[in-house]
């Protein structure tokens, strides 16, 4: 069993964009600037801005951070996001989801230019994901397909069921995969709350995909030996043992699942690393696009 090291390649990642940025500074370009919107106090939401905005920092980016109370209106976070869609000095952008329930979150992702979706929540940048054009592709399915691709994990002709199919995870990952090219090229089942019989499912997969925020769902008879697991899940489980007050679970039964694996992401130190990684990646893509 080979535990896919998220932490690693997401390092080497970031030092290999932090090269490229010495390189664009060296040649007179300008380096890449990434901003995010923070709306509202929640601990999750904060703590996930605030490494990706100190990861910019590592790989030598500029970056912003604006912040506004739970009490903004549509209308003033709309002005905002046109005010960075004009910014000439910002590469790309996002807005930390979720946002207040008084907010269209369908409104405020409409509004971002889609040439500094660096989400790649837009519309137009999924649509173009799913007709296998260059763009923006979400940052936790891209990490998914890179820490794949990095250690060399077949991904043709395998089947592989991704299970949960939010916007931002399951559903695009499910259409990655199934894409030509390398990784991809594999068949693809979908699953999510109403499906029947998801053991049956799993205990067939090659890859399992595990995107659905259920702690410790999958159990070590629901996969077949030699399978691959991708664990998505982040929860946040009290624990008064650690400093934080809780731990984060995945929603894979590690100890469990890992000895029957052929690779496996440990959470922490799996895919959450490299979700942040692929947005620097992608803002980089951004601000080179702009100078092109
Ligand atoms: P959502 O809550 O948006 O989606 C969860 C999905 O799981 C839904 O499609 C839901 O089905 C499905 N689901 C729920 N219960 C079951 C069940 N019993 N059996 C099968 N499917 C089920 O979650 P996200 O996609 O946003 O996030 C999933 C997890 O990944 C969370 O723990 C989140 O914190 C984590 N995450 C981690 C990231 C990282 O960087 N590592 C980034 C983003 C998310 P239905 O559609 O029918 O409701």
């Given at each position: 069993?080979?535990?896919?090291?998220?932490?690693?390649?997401?390092?080497?990642?970031k030092?290999?964009?932090?090269?490229?940025?010495?390189?664009?500074?060296?040649?007179?370009?300008?380096?890449?600037?990434?901003?995010?919107?923070?709306?509202?106090?929640?601990?999750?939401?904060?703590?996930?801005?605030?490494?990706?905005?100190?990861?910019?920092?590592?790989?030598g980016?500029?970056?912003?951070?604006?912040?506004f109370?739970?009490?903004?209106?549509?209308?003033?976070?709309?002005?905002?996001?046109?005010?960075?869609?004009?910014?000439?000095?910002?590469?790309?952008?996002?807005?930390?989801?979720?946002?207040?329930?008084?907010?269209?979150?369908?409104?405020?992702?409409?509004?971002?230019?889609?040439?500094?979706d660096?989400?790649?929540?837009?519309?137009?940048?999924?649509?173009?994901?799913?007709l296998?054009?260059?763009?923006?592709?979400?940052?936790?399915?891209?990490?998914?397909?890179?820490?794949?691709?990095?250690?060399?994990?077949?991904?043709?002709g395998?089947?592989?069921?991704?299970?949960g199919?939010?916007?931002?995870?399951?559903?695009?990952?499910?259409?990655?995969?199934?894409?030509?090219?390398?990784?991809?090229?594999?068949?693809?089942?979908?699953?999510?709350?109403?499906?029947?019989?998801?053991?049956?499912?799993?205990?067939?997969?090659?890859?399992?995909?595990?995107?659905?925020?259920?702690p410790?769902?999958?159990?070590?008879?629901?996969?077949?030996?030699?399978?691959?697991?991708?664990?998505?899940?982040?929860?946040?489980?009290?624990?008064?043992d650690?400093?934080?007050?809780?731990?984060?679970?995945?929603?894979?039964?590690?100890?469990?699942?890992?000895?029957?694996?052929?690779?496996?992401t440990?959470?922490?130190?799996?895919?959450?690393?490299?979700?942040?990684?692929?947005?620097l990646?992608?803002?980089?893509?951004?601000?080179?696009?702009?100078?092109?």
């Amino acid at each position: 069993m080979i535990v896919l090291d998220g932490k690693k390649t997401s390092n080497d990642l970031k030092l290999e964009i932090a090269q490229e940025v010495d390189r664009m500074k060296v040649a007179g370009s300008k380096v890449p600037h990434l901003a995010a919107i923070l709306v509202g106090e929640d601990g999750a939401s904060l703590t996930y801005v605030g490494s990706k905005v100190r990861s910019c920092e590592q790989v030598g980016f500029e970056s912003t951070l604006l912040k506004f109370p739970d009490t903004i209106s549509e209308e003033e976070l709309l002005d905002q996001v046109h005010a960075l869609n004009t910014n000439d000095s910002i590469d790309g952008y996002i807005v930390q989801l979720p946002l207040p329930k008084h907010i269209d979150e369908n409104k405020i992702l409409m509004a971002i230019d889609p040439e500094k979706d660096v989400d790649g929540f837009h519309p137009y940048n999924f649509g173009k994901m799913a007709l296998e054009m260059d763009t923006f592709i979400p940052a936790t399915p891209f990490g998914i397909m890179e820490i794949l691709e990095r250690y060399q994990v077949k991904t043709k002709g395998k089947h592989v069921v991704v299970v949960g199919r939010s916007h931002i995870v399951g559903r695009p990952m499910s259409i990655l995969l199934s894409r030509k090219g390398n990784p991809g090229n594999a068949t693809v089942t979908l699953a999510h709350s109403h499906t029947a019989n998801l053991a049956e499912l799993t205990q067939q997969a090659d890859i399992v995909i595990m995107a659905l925020g259920i702690p410790h769902f999958l159990k070590a008879d629901m996969v077949k030996a030699g399978a691959v697991i991708i664990d998505v899940g982040i929860t946040r489980v009290p624990n008064a043992d650690s400093p934080k007050g809780y731990q984060i679970v995945g929603d894979v039964d590690f100890n469990e699942v890992a000895p029957k694996s052929s690779y496996i992401t440990p959470v922490p130190g799996g895919v959450g690393p490299m979700t942040i990684a692929m947005l620097l990646k992608n803002t980089l893509l951004a601000c080179k696009r702009r100078q092109n």
